[in-house]
């Protein structure tokens, strides 16, 4: 379950995509809102991608990590 004010737009093109309507609900306290999207706007200003968070393992955080020090050379 998300501790995040969850989305209550069923009409929003993103929906799917987006972290703040798929979340699972907490079972005890859940906070909803509106987040004003405009009506022939794709997502909000509060659209949280849901594959921003996918957790990588630590080979992929090393292999991250090594390729930011090498960018970070080259400048």
Excluded: H
């Amino acid at each position: 379950m998300a501790d995040i004010t969850k989305c209550e737009d069923n009409l929003c093109p993103s929906k799917e995509t987006c972290y703040r309507y798929t979340a699972a609900a907490s079972e005890y306290r859940q906070s909803y809102g509106q987040f004003n999207r405009e009506e022939d706007a794709y997502n909000c200003d509060y659209y949280w991608n849901n594959k921003l968070n996918d957790k990588i393992d630590d080979k992929e955080f090393i292999e991250l990590v090594k390729q930011l020090k090498v960018i970070n050379l080259k400048l």
